[in-house]
């Protein structure tokens, strides 16, 4: 398993990998925004959660295709699913290595980024948690969705049809939290319900994955 | 520990393409499958790996001792040869991956990205992620494609190798390698084209 983690990180971090596409496209969502939104400032402080946990959410789908179909095209999912390692504690792993490289820089990146759409100052702690606390959810959902799709001939859009509608309620908490946190206002009941999902995606969607997985190397 | 396959049914894209296969393998045996194209050798190695569930019959002995050798290699083309290997080898809990190297001829190549290997190289890499496994039963499809002769005798001897060592082996070639094997010829097994038993799930997508 830690064989694996340590792949795929170093398959990342490698050229071709992708690691780093999501966090420049998170950028550049951000940079936007206010080109197209205007330069008011109260206003840009006010949508800010909101375009921060949207852009993070868009970031993350940015590499999901690639998460199984590199593996799927050169055999190595054959040879993982008859290894004796769990195919569902396989995936998890993967879900892992994908929050890693993906989830956790936006995380990171996050508060920077909030500077430039005058995100308030109570916002910044709390736009971190909500990020940290919401992001493996992304991935896990991401793995399912892969799992789903693998083998399916640019499967990438399908993929992103799949999975937007499954992120709805991590945006849904995820953005409110961020938002009651930036206007000053208690933050616990969305943080909860969104720890509650990850959580939750975390235990159940291996499992999904795995098996919609088996269904799809037939 | 004999694998054992018993009046197996096994079916591509819903269409049963075999029926009634039989087969047994003591260890330290290898069976070569014969047959043309399309004839269902793939598709009864993936069954016997576990890949997919047969529509009936029964496969006894494969649970866990099987290594598959696919068309494809494995190979991550952005890790080298030996990163490739070790991490094969980690996975399947081994550690040593000098035997492998030697045996297909890979210690020059140890330290090249896989992606700049030749067609040559990277099956004989593949081949040596079979080694590293450490499984008792290999399934190898079509193992010496784009291999040259040196190469073929190489892999040879790591099966004749494997086979010495108790290990056993069932091979869909269509070369003759020189190896003390049964042959099962799968034309007699081919199913009714017209024999509709699994109904597919694939009309849906």
Redesign the interface.
Known sequence: MIALLLRDLRLALRAGGGFGLGLAFFLILTVLVPFSVGPQSTLLGTIAPGILWLGALLACLLSLDRLLALDFEDGSLDVLATAPIPLEGALAVKGLAHWITTGLPLVVAAPALGVLLNLPGAGYGWLVVSLLLGTPALSMIGVFGAALTVGIKRGGLLLSLLVLPLYVPTLIFGAEAARRGAAGLDPATPLLMLTGLSLGCIALLPFAASAALRMNLR | MTLLVQNLTVARGGVPVLTGVTLRLDAGKALILRGPNGAGKTTLL?TI?????PLRGTIDGAE?R???G??????????SVS?NLR??A????EHDITAALAAYALEPLRDRLAGTLSAGQKRRAGLA?LMVTQRPVWLLDEPTVSLDTDAVAMFAGAVDAHLAGGGSAILATHIDLGLQAETLDLTPYRAAPDARHGASDEAFL
């Open positions: 993936r790996a576990g890949l997919q569930p866990d099987v290594a598959y696919a068309h494809a290699d494995g190979l991550k083309a952005m890790l990163e991490f094969w980690r996975v399947y809990g992620r």
